[in-house]
């Protein structure tokens, strides 16, 4: 489940995954500079302040939760852009 609280210009991700790929997760986000943390509720907490970083989770979270042929169909699409 994804739900979105507005700050000021920032939006701010609260994302609901399984715990066991949380601090995987997490730890990506981090290596990529996007600011996130883990509250103890057992959300992830992703401040969303730029297109980029919207790619970047998104394309974060699809290496953990999309299939093989999802992969390869939005690689495909980036290929074409």
């Given at each position: 489940?994804?739900?979105?609280?507005?700050?000021?210009?920032?939006?701010?991700q609260i994302i609901n995954i399984p715990f066991a790929e949380r601090w995987q997760i997490?730890?990506?986000?981090?290596?990529?500079?996007?600011?996130?943390?883990?509250?103890?509720?057992?959300?992830?907490?992703?401040?969303?302040?730029?297109?980029?970083?919207?790619?970047?989770?998104?394309?974060?979270?699809?290496?953990?939760?999309?299939?093989?042929?999802?992969?390869?169909?939005?690689?495909?699409?980036?290929?074409?852009?």
């Open positions: 489940m994804f739900l979105i609280n507005h700050l000021g210009n920032q939006k701010l997490y730890h990506r986000l981090q290596e990529l500079t996007i600011a996130c943390w883990c509250p103890d509720d057992g959300s992830l907490r992703v401040h969303i302040n730029s297109v980029l970083t919207a790619i970047l989770v998104r394309s974060t979270l699809m290496q953990f939760f999309a299939n093989r042929a999802d992969l390869i169909d939005w690689l495909e699409q980036c290929w074409r852009l």
